[in-house]
């Protein structure tokens, strides 16, 4: 199979790609794959296969998520810093041109959606949706490409969409939540304990009621934002590698493969663009609920 250096199984194969490279603890005694036993007290070490993964529990790493997503962080302060020392008051051309398109964009969505008053939403809302792009974009590289390298460099796991890691975008998805809570407190005061426990009915009886409702649909502001960017590059991806694996099954599907392979990569230009626009509309729609003190 394409990207293994050894036979692989098309189910060995797809798992091979949707692991991340785990850093965590192992607990004491617990059998390797390689028939070592870890002393008592465990051992910190990076996993190899499954089952380590699953023996380190919660507080494993996946390094290849973290160093992935805030490498391509310093790659956008790079060039928009790069851009803005750059900019004139002449006519802009080429990536200055582009940055600024970008910029002007995210503006007007912000102009549009926002009805408070808050010099951090805009700046908010660029990093996002640039953040969120190219984590995406990652999606468009050869599937075998990266990981297949990193092997031959003794790399076993590497995940490069750091958006089809639920522990990214749901990180990112919480800083939301902890900024929707720290503006509805500090705009409404006592009136956000108010909006939790006097909506949708205006009667204290209905306090638990209310509040059980209001609750809800607060938590799920979050997790929908975060299993939905999940959700959807987590589908991309795995069809991709789904296409990849017909490679594998003889000279006559390496053409069809080829193709949907092509097509999927352009068709997933506008998924992983549309992606990164609904995480950055959601986002400031919340924190425009949150500024809504009427």
Known sequence: MAGSGNEQTVSEYIVHHLTNLTFGKLPG?????????VADGGQWTMAHGANEIAAMGFNALHVDSLIWSIGLGVIFCWLFRSVAKKASS????????LVEMVVEFVDGTVRDTFHGRNPLVAPLALTIFVWVFLMNLMDLIPVDVVPHTLMLAGVDYQKIVPSTDPNITMGMALGVFVLM???SIKVKGFGFVKELTMNPFNHPVFIPVNLFMEVVGLLAKPFSLGLRLFGNMYAGEMIFI???????A???WML???????????FHILVITLQAFIFMV???VYLSMAHEDH
């Open 29 to 37: 005694g617990f059998e390797r794959a390689d028939g070592s036993i």
């Open 90 to 97: 002449g006519v802009p051309s080429g990536m200055i041109n």
């Open 181 to 183: 809570i720290y503006y």
């Open 242 to 248: 789904l296409i990849a694996c017909l490679f594998s």
């Open 250 to 252: 003889g000279v006559m």
């Open 256 to 266: 069809p493969a080829a193709l949907l392979q092509i097509g999927w990569a352009i």
């Open 282 to 284: 959601l986002t400031v």
